[in-house]
């Protein structure tokens, strides 16, 4: 017997932002939980965070491949128990991430991302840990950042939050959406979960004083992976109608559930007490059942590890933001010499605004010019891009976008 160690899987962050890094995103160190560190040393499995990659390998035994390349075929050594799931947290290292990151996570209400090899996501050769886009739905209110499946297969961000108007629901106009260069398997709202502890406060859309609380688990007996396992069910009486339930949790395992009270819209918790006081940014999951989709299995059919090993991939899309020169000491105008050149409105003002919202990159556009009006009107070239520390919502009416806003003056 010979044994070695061989990679098992890789966990990838990439981000449009990161233009000067070939999309590397090094924003996040990817961390086992507790019980993961603990599996994984009992397993004799390594990991590393590097760049923006998360490395493991295994102990593998070496067996003959009667049918090379490659010579020989590895088992995972001592091997992996049925059901097992490798857990992770997404420690953010940078505190601006969600400033110039297209999406409108609200950590306030415990919101984070959730990612898993459960997610079906294959996009080419891209095996995706968020799920598929869902496509654009004309009664649903989007924040600025959302992004939509359009009904041309395309990418869309949107730019304002929807207000109920016509041109909200009109994915041309450049006001409210925008589509992306690049239909890429990005990072959604499709991917938010509510992270909580041992107990969750479930506010009723309806009040009520008959409670109804189911929880539901993921079947893994059925090839659809659907969260219709009911685990539990709970009901509650009360001599008044009641706004908000405590839904004891204290006994579940960490891990995804779905809940659903009095047939209201489900709620999809991960309950992780330990995450939720660490104030994590988002939760990955490894699953290796019989029914994980075949692309994302860790081994192969006959048990050995894959090699090369899967390339399990997140990707996020750079935000889309209003840009706005504001003079100190009279009208300007702003130009690009760049081609195709960005628009600037009013040609002269003392506010100049992009004419639609320009994506935040790492590199700067550095073709921007300011002229002040009038004869003789002194430039300045190499105009400053938005600072992310300092983006703004700007709220207008019932609808609001995010802008950055930038002071100049020419003497």
């Known amino acids: 017997m010979s044994i070695q160690f061989q990679s098992l899987f890789t966990i990838q962050m990439l981000h449009d932002y990161y233009s000067n890094h070939e999309k590397r995103c090094a924003d996040f160190d990817i961390v ?42 590895l088992l995972p050594f001592p091997g992996f128990a049925k059901d097992t799931v490798f857990r992770y947290y997404l420690q953010p290292k940078n ?36 799920n598929v886009l869902a496509p654009f739905t004309l009664s649903k209110i989007y924040e600025p950042g959302s992004l939509v499946k359009g009904p041309d297969d395309k990418v869309y961000q949107a730019i ?13 106009d450049i006001n409210y959406w925008q589509q992306a260069a690049e239909t890429n398997p990005y990072v959604s709202s499709e991917d938010e979960i509510i992270l909580t502890g041992d107990t969750y406060n479930y506010k009723l859309q309806t009040p009520a004083a008959n409670i109804i609380i189911k929880i539901f688990s993921r079947d893994k007996t059925n090839d659809s992976l659907p969260f219709d396992n009911l685990i539990e069910t709970t009901e509650k009486t009360f001599t008044t109608s009641q706004e908000t339930i ?14 659903v009270v009095n047939s ?65 000491n009279g009208d300007i105008g702003v130009t690009d010499s760049a081609i195709p050149a960005l628009s600037f409105i009013p040609a002269t003002g003392t506010l100049v605004k992009s004419e639609k919202a320009i994506a935040l990159t790492e590199k700067p556009v550095a073709t921007l010019t300011a002229t002040r009006s009038g004869p003789g009107g002194r430039s300045i070239k190499n105009l400053k891009n938005p600072d992310i520390e300092k983006l703004v919502f700007e709220k207008e009416g019932d609808t609001g976008f995010f802008a950055g806003n930038m002071y100049i003056k020419i003497d």
């Open 32 to 73: 086992p939980t507790e019980d993961c560190a603990l599996l994984m040393k009992n397993i004799q499995m390594l990991h590393k965070n590097y760049n923006n990659k998360l490395l493991t390998v295994s102990n593998a035994e070496k067996e003959p491949n009667d049918m090379p390349p490659p010579d020989f075929k």
């Open 95 to 130: 505190p601006f991430f969600l400033n110039f990151t297209a999406m409108s996570l609200k950590v306030s209400e415990k919101k984070r991302f959730y990612f898993s090899n459960l997610s079906k996501n294959k996009a080419g050769s891209i095996l995706s840990l968020s």
């Open 160 to 172: 304002r939050k929807s207000d109920g108007t016509l041109a909200s629901k009109d994915l041309t």
């Open 246 to 259: 405590p839904v004891d949790l204290s006994k579940k395992t960490p891990g995804k559930y779905k809940l």
């Open 264 to 328: 209201e819209d489900p709620v999809w918790l991960y309950v992780d007490a330990v995450a939720l006081r660490q104030n994590v940014l988002g939760i990955i999951e490894i699953h290796h059942f019989e029914k994980v989709p075949a692309d994302f299995q860790l081994l192969t059919t006959a048990g050995h590890i894959k090699v090369p090993e899967p390339v399990f991939t997140i990707w996020f899309k750079n935000r889309l933001v209003i840009w706005k020169y504001i003079s100190q």
